[in-house]
């Protein structure tokens, strides 16, 4: 356990320097997740890594919490518009998962590899 | 003397311990109602938890950022979990490599979409300008949201509320949605998800399947730095 979560934090701790230092367009955790791709591809992954990993990851929804409240500060600001946004917001939604997923499956097509859809990934 | 009651409740919303655990309460009843309904998409237990608490914290009349001061215990930990979206990532490493350009292509056309979609529907429904600004980002993950609404003119605060919105969106349709198209290929499912509705979409993923999750961790990611390039462009582009 506390193997794992140290891993998980040197990793991010270097995607925050690294993103501050080079100014990049993406925040720190991101980079951090990255960079423990690298490491996995590398090295594979470890139980004590994997166990610390799943454990957090079954909860991710819950870690949301707090930044969403936030919404409270902004129930005003959201008055006049909130139809009209909620709305768009919505459709949005919608139009780009359609759109993702079926720019997916096309060039999947394109590309002849149509036929592995829905096979399950095999782990190396 | 007994102790009064608003003593004992001045004491508690000072310390880290009280909203810290209403916030762990809370979402575990709504997970709890969420299982009981058989996981209906409008159960969906963040848009519970974040209801109760909003309301809760206005009834008490308690400021944001009190709230925070305890709950940030329980923020601190999408870091590291972020990080660990490279183990299903990795995971499933064989089949991201046979579909590179696929996936890339994906992306670049689905994050397009998200900005281009909601600019014009928002101005077609009478959105004002300064909302659509802080609108356009709103399908990537919230720090690089507000930067990107930042540079682009808009308010990085509604940016913020806006990203958590279409997340709670995004993971509330997302089943609906793919059962109703007859969309099973978890990639793709995943990889729109991510797209379309960042980490809280991802979470939902998760839940849905591991491979969808890993897919949609790896668009949440790209898609962010997608969009840091493109949006800037594409709002000159709709004259923003």
């Known amino acids: 356990m506390l193997r794992g979560m140290t891993v998980l934090l040197v990793c991010q701790l270097i995607g925050e320097v690294t993103v501050r230092t080079l100014r990049l367009p993406a925040p720190g955790p991101v980079l951090g997740m990255a960079l423990l791709f690298g490491i996995l591809l590398w090295r594979g992954a470890p139980d004590w890594l ?22 409270m500060n902004h129930i005003q600001l959201m008055r006049t518009e909130w139809l009209a946004i909620t709305v768009a917001l919505l459709a949005s939604t919608i139009i780009t998962m359609i759109a993702t997923a079926g720019a997916l499956l096309l060039f999947l097509r394109l590309t002849g590899r149509g036929k592995e859809s829905g096979y399950a990934a095999e782990r190396d | 003397m007994q102790p009064n009651v608003t003593d004992i409740w001045v004491y508690l919303a000072q310390t880290p311990l009280l909203w810290l655990t209403a916030t762990l309460l809370v979402y575990y009843l709504a997970d709890g109602a969420y299982r009981r309904v058989g996981q209906r998409p409008l159960a969906n237990p963040v848009l519970i938890a974040v209801v109760v608490l909003v309301a809760f914290l206005t009834m008490t009349g308690t400021p944001y950022q009190q709230y925070f001061d305890g709950a940030q215990f329980v923020h601190f930990l999408l870091g590291p979990t972020t990080v660990a979206l490279a183990l299903p990532l990795w995971r499933y490493a064989g089949r991201l490599r046979r579909m590179l350009l696929p996936l890339s292509g994906a992306l670049l056309i689905g994050s397009l979409t998200s900005v281009l979609s909601v600019v014009v529907i928002g101005r077609l429904m009478g959105v004002s300008d300064a909302a659509l600004r802080s609108l356009a980002p709103k399908s990537v993950t919230t720090p690089i949201a507000m930067g990107i609404s930042e540079q682009i003119g808009g308010l990085p605060s509604l940016t913020a509320v806006l990203v958590i919105v279409t997340g709670i969106i995004g993971a509330t349709i997302a089943q609906d949605l793919f059962d109703r198209l007859r969309l099973n290929d978890q990639a793709a499912r995943g990889l729109a998800i991510g797209v379309a509705s960042h980490g809280i979409g991802t979470a939902r993923a998760l839940q849905m399947n591991a491979e969808a999750g890993a897919f949609a961790g790896l668009a949440m990611g790209l898609n962010g730095a997608l969009t840091a390039l493109l949006a800037p462009i594409l709002a000159q582009l709709l004259g923003l």
């Open chain 1, 50 to 71: 994997d166990q610390v990993g799943q454990g957090l990851l079954r909860f991710l929804p819950l870690f949301f919490v707090p930044a969403g409240v936030g919404v």
